[in-house]
């Protein structure tokens, strides 16, 4: 985390906290804003990975709705929320302050809207690769893998013992029912409930170009890194994908690549595909 943002956000939560009472109340309004401010400021800057601005728009409105059910959740509290709100609109003292509110307001909202239509467009930072190189080796769970040589250990059972593959299968399929469907869409499509608001959207596992193309190793990294685990290449990503290895365990992700490919009807690119390729490249 970036202390320098988060530390003065949590600051002024504390220092508020210490006056409410001792040198005077401080309103509830006041402290709906604090909260707010405070949330807003380290979600948006106070992760030195980024947390993209599409999952900010799903955020702050969930955030708002809470603050609101926490003033409406008390009569004394909402009172305390709503009078200073009615006196701004209705008192004549404020006639000025509101006239500038009700014409600033829509004059904000469209000059950020013509910032962003005659913005020039911007070539990125640098090249965009639709599969970035995976590394050589990574760490899960304290655990090393080499990637260069990893394959699915569950993948063999698909022969020597059909029905626990198809159990394997199954707990694949309620991993990614209770968490990446979301995203990804009940078909795998990448068309899940929050994807109109993800930028770059989800990958379509459906689609022939992505993980019919990629080995079970390259899965179980990109799944267990996610977007904060991609290469500088893979930028500028912005992807919004968890890093699936601080909420399920190694067993659990293996489980759910073999649902993916299971589920989409496709095959994992063979080892022996990647190298003959790799054989022509060199030639």
Same mark, same amino acid.
């Given at each position: 985390?970036?202390?320098?943002?988060?530390?003065?956000?949590?600051?002024?939560?504390?220092?508020?906290?210490?006056?409410? !009472?001792?040198?005077?109340?401080?309103?509830?309004?006041?402290?709906?804003?604090?909260?707010?401010?405070?949330?807003?400021?380290?979600?948006?800057?106070?992760?030195?990975? *980024?947390?993209?601005?599409?999952?900010?728009?799903?955020?702050? *409105?969930?955030?708002?709705?809470?603050?609101?059910?926490?003033?409406?959740?008390?009569?004394?509290?909402?009172?305390?929320?709503? %009078?200073?709100?009615?006196?701004?609109?209705?008192?004549?003292?404020?006639?000025?302050?509101?006239?500038?509110?009700?014409?600033?307001?829509?004059?904000?909202?469209?000059? @950020?809207?013509?910032?962003?239509?005659?913005?020039?467009?911007?070539? *990125?930072?640098?090249?965009?690769?639709?599969?970035?190189?995976?590394?050589?080796?990574?760490?899960?769970?304290?655990?090393? &893998?080499?990637?260069?040589?990893?394959?699915?250990?569950?993948?063999?059972?698909?022969?020597?013992?059909?029905?626990?593959?198809?159990?394997?299968?199954?707990?694949?399929?309620?991993?990614?029912?209770? @968490?990446? &469907?979301?995203?990804?869409?009940?078909?795998?499509?990448? %068309? !899940?409930?929050?994807?109109?608001?993800?930028?770059?959207?989800?990958?379509?596992?459906?689609?022939?170009?992505?993980?019919?193309?990629?080995?079970?190793?390259?899965?179980?990294?990109?799944?267990?890194? !996610?977007?904060?685990?991609?290469?500088?290449?893979?930028?500028?990503?912005?992807?919004?994908? *968890?890093?699936?290895?601080?909420?399920? %365990?190694?067993?659990?992700?293996?489980?759910?690549?073999?649902?993916?490919?299971?589920?989409? !009807?496709?095959?994992?690119?063979?080892?022996?595909?990647?190298?003959?390729?790799?054989?022509?490249?060199?030639?």
């Amino acid at each position: 985390m970036t202390w320098s943002i988060v530390l003065p956000a949590l600051l002024l939560l504390v220092i508020l906290r210490l006056l409410d !009472g001792r040198l005077f109340k401080v309103p509830i309004l006041l402290w709906l804003v604090a909260w707010w401010v405070a949330v807003f400021v380290v979600l948006g800057y106070g992760f030195k990975v *980024p947390i993209p601005r599409s999952m900010l728009k799903i955020y702050l *409105p969930i955030l708002t709705g809470v603050l609101v059910v926490y003033a409406t959740s008390d009569r004394q509290r909402m009172r305390e929320a709503r %009078d200073p709100i009615l006196a701004f609109l209705t008192e004549r003292r404020f006639f000025v302050a509101l006239v500038l509110v009700v014409l600033l307001v829509p004059a904000a909202v469209a000059a @950020n809207i013509y910032r962003g239509m005659t913005a020039p467009p911007q070539a *990125p930072f640098f090249g965009r690769t639709v599969h970035p190189a995976p590394p050589n080796q990574i760490t899960v769970h304290d655990k090393p &893998f080499d990637l260069t040589n990893l394959s699915n250990p569950n993948r063999e059972l698909e022969k020597s013992n059909p029905a626990l593959f198809a159990q394997k299968v199954d707990n694949g399929k309620h991993v990614y029912y209770s @968490n990446c &469907f979301f995203c990804h869409g009940d078909l795998l499509r990448g %068309d !899940g409930m929050y994807a109109h608001a993800l930028n770059p959207i989800p990958t379509n596992f459906q689609d022939p170009g992505t993980i019919a193309q990629l080995q079970e190793s390259y899965l179980f990294w990109r799944v267990s890194k !996610g977007g904060p685990g991609l290469p500088d290449e893979g930028g500028p990503w912005m992807s919004a994908m *968890p890093q699936w290895d601080q909420f399920l %365990d190694e067993e659990q992700i293996w489980d759910v690549i073999l649902f993916l490919y299971n589920q989409t !009807g496709n095959r994992p690119r063979a080892r022996e595909a990647v190298e003959t390729t790799a054989a022509h490249a060199q030639r």
